[in-house]
Antibody, heavy 121, light 107 residues
Framework: QVQLQESGPGLAKPSETLSLICTVSGGSISSYYWSWIRQSPGKGLEWIGNIYYTGDTNYNPSFKTRVTISVDMSKNQFSLKLNSVSAADTAIYYC???????????????WGQGILVTVSS | IQMTQSPSSLSASVGDRVTITCRASQSISTYLNWYQQKQGKAPDLLIYAATDLQNGVPPRFSGSGSGTDFTLTISSLQPEDFATYYCQQTYRTTEITFGQGTRLEIK
């Protein structure tokens, strides 16, 4: 059974960079896309972006200028960096595996438990 | 692509049949998934590709629809089904979006 676990600081200062890591266990990070999603009371669930194990990325245009997702296959991890954060970036951040039941169809089949990140000085 | 769920909240009793609707702002074929989220937990995938039940999900859950209009039906509500349900479109994989959620409460 694949398991995902988010880790990182629970507090970020305004204008600084939010950095999180997702560690995948129970399976290899290879051959899959992986995703970051966040959830805040004001905006519900927001997809941030995906990364393939090769490093290819897709980002939500709403975050594109501020976000970087990268992968470290040697550690079976992928990470999220979100620059220039503000209070509006306060949310629970989830990592998830992207499931491809067949070509073109995707869904998020395994999720981490989520990590609350608060942006405050 | 905007996803609009209705109702936003719903009260029902154990044993009831419940239907939740999701409407897309443009046609998304069957690139539509449903998730269940319980308080304090991550979402769980229930249905993908509009109609296909994820492994381990009870058959009382079913999905239908294509194009712009989709439904999630729970045929006979069980106590563990009281949760918030979200639809998600993946028609544009570079702009994945979710509905705002439907909170299912006990009457």
């Amino acid at each position: 059974q694949v398991q995902l676990q988010e880790s990182g600081p629970g507090l970020a200062k305004p204008s600084e960079t939010l950095s999180l890591i997702c560690t995948v266990s129970g399976g290899s990070i290879s051959s899959y896309y992986w995703s970051w999603i966040r959830q805040s009371p004001g905006k519900g669930l927001e997809w941030i972006g995906n990364i393939y194990y090769t490093g290819d990325t897709n980002y939500n245009p709403s975050f594109k200028t501020r976000v970087t997702i990268s992968v470290d296959m040697s550690k079976n991890q992928f990470s999220l960096k979100l620059n220039s954060v503000s209070a509006a970036d306060t949310a629970i951040y989830y990592c998830a595996r992207v499931y491809h039941p067949w070509s073109g169809q995707i869904a998020f089949d395994f999720w981490g438990q989520g990590i609350l990140v608060t942006v405050s000085s | 692509i905007q996803m609009t769920q209705s109702p936003s909240s719903l009260s029902a009793s154990v044993g009831d049949r419940v239907t939740i609707t999701c409407r897309a702002s443009q046609s998304i074929s069957t690139y539509l998934n449903w998730y269940q989220q319980k308080q304090g937990k991550a979402p769980d995938l229930l249905i993908y590709a509009a109609t296909d039940l994820q492994n381990g999900v009870p058959p009382r859950f079913s999905g239908s629809g294509s194009g712009t209009d989709f439904t999630l039906t729970i045929s006979s509500l069980q106590p563990e089904d009281f949760a918030t349900y979200y639809c998600q479109q993946t028609y544009r994989t570079t702009e994945i979006t979710f509905g705002q959620g439907t909170r299912l409460e006990i009457k």
